[in-house]
């Protein structure tokens, strides 16, 4: 196992880690109200939205963790097992959950199998609240676990989502997500551009129109990014790409994602896990790291992601 690839994973899943602990205290404030009261949110604030200690994380690498978690023990990924670690998860009482997120899971609680229940929440929400970035935040790990097996990566990515957020929008975002981290992790040329080249087709139209500037973006072309960020997949996967392979080092990409308001510790998760993968684990500030105290079982749970599918 080259130790390249090890920091990266590593780098991954703390990376989402720091981009969640970093934004939560400053989620659903406007950018002007952050620079206001807090200039440039670079340090790890207590307090805040959720009123929790400095480093504390939010459902984001929570439920990320029960992914890997999962993974780590099976090799594969069992959603059944993952449904379960999600409704276990949502009755210890978190302190931030998504409205679709515990509404699937009290679904998957009151009996409903794991393949129903994201569906039928889906179908009974409205337009404009059946797309969130719930899926979105927590999947990176299968990244990690299927970083050599694409059309696989694609398909559990989807499934995975639907659990919850079963539109289109959340099961591609999060594919093509995963397919970026992928090949970031296998050092493939222009990561982004060779997912669009292989699934752009695929892709419902929001999310391949949201990506693509971001490949102008790389190229050093000036680009427009949303400044919704009200918690709609695509705006979060559109800024989390553009911030995590833009940025010219692994804090300017997360600081620059949690500095544009809204939904600060999502966006701030997806643009880590990029930039983790892009730099490594040694490029994420250590005073971040050291702030947050599951940093050891993300660590070995990379590593064990990255071992046990070689």
């Not at 890997?68 to 978190?94: C, N, Q, Y």
């Not at 995590?244 to 896990?273: F, K, P, S, W, Y």
Request: net charge negative; proline share 4%.
């Amino acid at each position: 196992m080259a130790n390249n690839c090890r920091s990266q994973a590593q780098g991954i899943l703390l990376g989402l880690a720091c981009g969640d602990a970093l934004g939560r205290s400053v989620e659903f404030q406007r950018p002007d109200r952050i620079k206001r009261r807090h200039g440039r949110v670079t340090e790890m604030l207590a307090n805040g939205t959720h009123g929790q200690p400095a480093g504390t994380i939010t459902d984001d690498t929570e439920m990320a963790l029960c992914i890997a978690r999962s993974l780590a023990e099976h090799g594969a990924f069992e959603p059944e097992d993952i449904a379960t670690r999600f409704v276990d998860w949502k009755r210890s009482g978190p302190f931030d959950i998504g409205i679709m997120t515990s509404s699937a899971l009290q679904r998957i609680q009151n009996g409903e199998s794991w393949d129903e229940a994201g569906q039928r929440e889906w179908e009974a929400s409205m337009e404009g609240s059946n797309a969130g970035n719930g899926s979105l935040m927590r999947c990176a790990p299968y990244a990690i676990a299927y970083r050599n097996e694409p059309t696989e990566l694609v398909e559990v990515s989807r499934q995975s989502s639907a659990i919850t957020h079963a539109d289109p929008r959340c099961q591609w975002s999060c594919a093509l997500f995963n397919r970026t981290l992928a090949n970031l992790l296998t050092d493939v040329d222009q990561p982004l551009e060779r997912v669009l080249n292989e699934i752009g087709s695929e892709l419902p139209g929001d999310v391949r129109n949201a990506v693509e500037p971001v490949t102008d973006a790389r190229r050093g072309e000036p680009v427009d990014i949303s400044l919704e960020n009200s918690g709609y997949v695509v705006t979060t996967l559109q800024a989390g790409l553009y911030h995590g392979l833009t940025a010219e080092t692994a804090e300017d990409a997360i600081v620059d994602a949690v500095m544009m308001g809204g939904d600060t510790d999502t966006i701030g998760a997806v643009a880590g896990a990029v930039t983790g993968a892009r730099f490594g684990e040694d490029a994420l500030p250590e005073r971040w790291v050291t702030e947050i105290d599951e940093v050891e079982e993300l660590r070995q749970l990379a590593t064990s992601l990255i071992e046990r599918r070689q």
